[in-house]
């Protein structure tokens, strides 16, 4: 198969599957950003606080061509058919076979996690975009072009996280290639000097793992930015093909035992594209290998394929029809304009983007609050005021934190019942029910 042919193929093929999710919400479900992180990166675009990274200044400018909604939905798909464009480069580079890059690069495509990154927006998709077309200009013949990789590099690198993961690849370069060392050296230099001067002053959110390894590593077992369990199966036909090969499938086992310690979101998918690299040749391996049965096998390969493929549909499907709703944020627009600045909302955590971006109110909780040295005592407030039914308790923790509005969602009013906790607590005369509709309620406490 020639080259453009294939990468014609990858490239259509990401820009359809990305395109889809986006699409279909919007016309099926709701015309809103997907993820509450969306609209705390939308408000960083908007304000350009010192934390304002290099992708929340290219939203910034990108939205007087159209608003920032509509750019936080077409960046991410842009940078997410670029990064098609340049690992099938980097691909093409040192594998040979042009089938077999075909499978692994839409190996990588129909994964959940990739589907995610480049669907929602947030730094990750200019991050992934920045390191492939940083290694890309740094295994360039042209010394200059190599040399200023270095500046596309600091484009994804203001956490530490992502310089180690750049010092990885280019160490990992020089183990097979022997070149360039001093080169690299530098480059690692100038990325954790970065990290010291700038780092401290950039806030990177990363998500919480989810509970067990499993979860957070698999789609299919509720994780919806996970990989898929038939990339899986896929990975290890691959190392069992190239075990015969080289050693060098000893490492994807050492990979995989890291990145075990702390999986989230953010650190995916970049394993999504080493575990396509290996799932591609165990695709290639099953589908070149001769059966004795031709039936078997072409059912076998049918099966594992559709196999990717609902695992593909079934994170898209819940992409589309994740929070926030249209009536959700409506909810946070009415607080915003309701309350006066300076008011303090508690709800769950998962609400404080919502809170902050949307409402242009402080909540009580956020993604960020776990950096805070009070972080397990606010825990353990905001647990007692869901669960306390005495009125002098709660109202002992409001004030404590200056707390004037309670919102809940319909995901903390199903965890509890009407006269449990809370809800028994504000039916009391001390709050006053001023919004509902489907998804949202919000008291405000009245002292």
């Known amino acids: 198969m020639k080259n453009q042919k294939v990468l014609m ?3 259509l093929t990401a820009f359809f599957v990305l395109s889809a999710v986006p699409v279909i919400r919007h016309f099926i479900f709701s015309d809103t950003l997907i993820g509450e992180q969306a609209y705390y990166h939308k408000m960083l675009a908007e304000n350009l606080p010192k934390d304002a990274t290099t992708y929340h200044y290219l939203l910034h400018y990108m939205s007087y061509l159209g608003g920032y909604d509509a ?25 040979r076979n ?3 890059v075909m499978y692994t690069v839409l190996i990588s495509i129909v994964s959940p996690v990739f589907i995610y ?6 730094p990750n998709s200019l991050r992934v975009f920045s390191i492939l077309l940083g290694f890309f200009m740094f295994l360039s013949r042209n010394e200059a072009v190599s040399i200023s990789s270095v500046a596309v590099f600091l484009l994804a690198a203001p956490d530490y996280f992502t310089s180690i993961l750049i010092a990885i690849l280019l160490a990992t370069y020089y183990f097979f290639e022997r070149k360039s060392l001093w080169k690299i ?9 970065f990290n010291v001067i700038v780092g401290s002053y950039l806030i990177t959110i990363y998500s919480a793992p989810p509970s067990s390894f499993i979860e957070a590593l698999l789609s299919d077992f509720g994780n919806i930015a996970g990989l898929s369990l038939f990339t899986i ?19 994807p086992f050492i990979a995989l035992v890291i990145f075990s310690l702390y999986l989230t979101v953010e650190k995916l998918i970049f394993l999504n594209f080493f575990v396509a690299i290996f799932a591609g040749s165990g695709l290639m391996r099953l589908v070149k290998k001769e059966w004795k049965v031709t039936l078997i096998k072409e059912l076998m390969v049918f099966l594992l394929i559709c196999g990717l493929v609902f695992s593909s549909v079934s994170a898209g499907t819940r992409m589309i029809s994740s929070d926030p709703s249209h009536q959700k944020i409506s909810g946070f627009e009415w607080l915003g304009k309701h309350s006066s600045e300076g008011n303090i909302v508690f709800s769950q955590y998962k609400n404080g983007f919502l809170i902050e971006s949307v409402s242009g109110r402080k909540p009580l909780l956020d993604d960020f609050s776990m950096r805070q040295p009070e972080f397990s005592s606010i825990i353990d407030d905001s647990e007692k005021i869901m669960k306390s ?6 109202e002992a923790i409001l004030q404590k934190y200056n707390i004037s509005y309670i919102l809940f969602d ?3 009013k199903k965890s509890l019942e009407e006269d449990d906790g809370l809800l028994f607590v504000l039916g009391s005369s001390k709050f006053r029910q001023v919004f509902y509709n489907n998804e949202i309620w919000i008291w405000k406490y009245e002292p």
């Open 71 to 95: 750019w936080s939905k077409i960046l991410p798909i842009i940078f997410g058919v670029l990064s098609v464009y340049l690992f099938y480069l980097l691909l093409s580079k040192f594998i």
């Open 410 to 412: 319909a995901e903390m």
């Open 98 to 100: 042009n089938e077999r």
């Open 185 to 193: 050296i530098a480059f690692v230099l100038v990325l954790f000097g």
């Open 233 to 251: 199966i896929f990975f290890f036909m691959g190392i069992a093909e190239m075990w015969k090969e080289t050693k060098f499938a000893l490492y």
């Open 389 to 394: 039914r005495v009125l002098e308790n709660t």
């Open 117 to 122: 990154t480049f669907t929602t927006s947030s």
């Open 9 to 11: 193929i990858c490239l």
